[in-house]
């Protein structure tokens, strides 16, 4: 077990050095520095002036050499400050991060809640209208453009109906439970559609696979109840697949739904790290995307665990008992 673990913090560290500097390079070699916003902001700076700002911020130097400047002043703990929000780096994060989490939570959760119990209904009767009917569902939630759909919501409850604010969240730190609530029914009702088909069809066919094993046609030639068949044989087998899915949706929740967070204006990580990449933000733009990479690694390694949790056979060396 602390073997695995010792090699899986391994990895992960390797993993964001790389993107560390992966993304560094892409955000400094996008057209434009801070400095150029800074001119075409105000006109009237001179050349002069350009030039100090540029080597005050360490922008005159090699890529190479401000991307190491910039390593080693993270591993002491400094991730520098935002440009965009004048504030330190985490400070920005701390609201988007929040409101993504509300958001993304919730959409995760009530998504798992409806899509695998429709995939499991959907494979005991391959074929059968309600698996036409559940496959029709699957595919129109994929089909469905989630800002196409934000927008047909908002058209309907707030500018036709007037139930629900048309975006942003309560800004309001003392706003009660239901009034916070009503920011986030719209956003939650586009992305979870969204994300109910896929989950959907992987839960589906990984069941229909299971059941065709031979182990599932001994229980049932010994008289197992269908239920138990269903949840207690294959639905834990069925979910090895599905689990790799979650794990990787598991980032998501982390770095945001972009467009639906700018169609509803919600002030989270997908629209924070959108507005740093086109403001020439590195920093946050940066840490951001990198804590989007962590939070996936540590989606895969919850879905390792869940591996040697829902097969006994495995362990954490990888190989099965």
């Not at 005991?124 to 800002?147: E, H, K, T, W």
Request: proline letters at 5%; a positive charge.
């Amino acid at each position: 077990m602390m073997r695995f673990l010792l090699s899986r913090l391994f990895q992960v560290l390797a993993v964001l050095a790389v993107m560390s500097f992966v993304i560094y390079a892409l955000i400094g070699l996008m057209p434009g520095d801070p400095i150029d916003l800074m001119i075409s902001g105000n006109p009237k700076i001179s050349s002069e002036d350009a030039a100090r700002l540029r080597a005050l911020q360490g922008l005159d130097q090699p890529l190479l050499d401000r991307y190491i400047n910039w390593f080693v002043s993270a591993i002491n703990g400094d991730f520098g400050y935002s440009r965009l929000l004048s504030k330190p780096v985490f400070q920005a994060i701390g609201p988007a991060f929040i409101n993504t989490l509300k958001l993304m939570s919730v959409v995760f959760v009530v998504s798992l809640l409806i899509a695998l119990p429709l995939g499991i209904l959907a494979s005991r009767r391959p074929r059968s209208r309600l698996d036409y009917i559940i496959n029709l569902v699957a595919f129109a939630g994929v089909s469905v453009p989630p800002f196409w759909l934000a927008i047909l919501l908002i058209i309907l409850f707030s500018v036709t109906l007037g139930w629900l604010p048309a975006g942003g969240v309560a800004m309001d730190n003392n706003a009660d439970f239901f009034e916070t609530v009503k920011y986030f029914i719209m956003p939650v009702v586009a992305l979870t559609i969204a994300n109910i088909g896929s989950h959907t069809r992987y839960m589906r066919a990984s069941m229909i696979e299971t059941l065709k094993c031979d182990y599932i046609r001994t229980a049932k030639a010994k008289g197992v109840p269908e239920n138990k068949i269903m949840l207690g044989h294959a639905l834990r087998n069925a979910l090895m697949p599905v689990v790799t899915i979650i794990a990787l949706d598991f980032g998501n929740i982390f770095s945001g739904a972009l467009i639906t967070e700018t169609v509803f204006s919600i002030p989270g990580m997908g629209k924070l790290i959108y507005d740093a990449i086109m403001g020439n933000d590195f920093n946050l733009a940066l840490v951001a995307l990198l804590f989007a990479t962590f939070m996936t690694l540590a989606g895969n390694f919850i879905a390792d665990i869940a591996y040697v949790v829902l097969d006994p056979r495995l362990s954490f060396s990888g190989q099965k008992k």
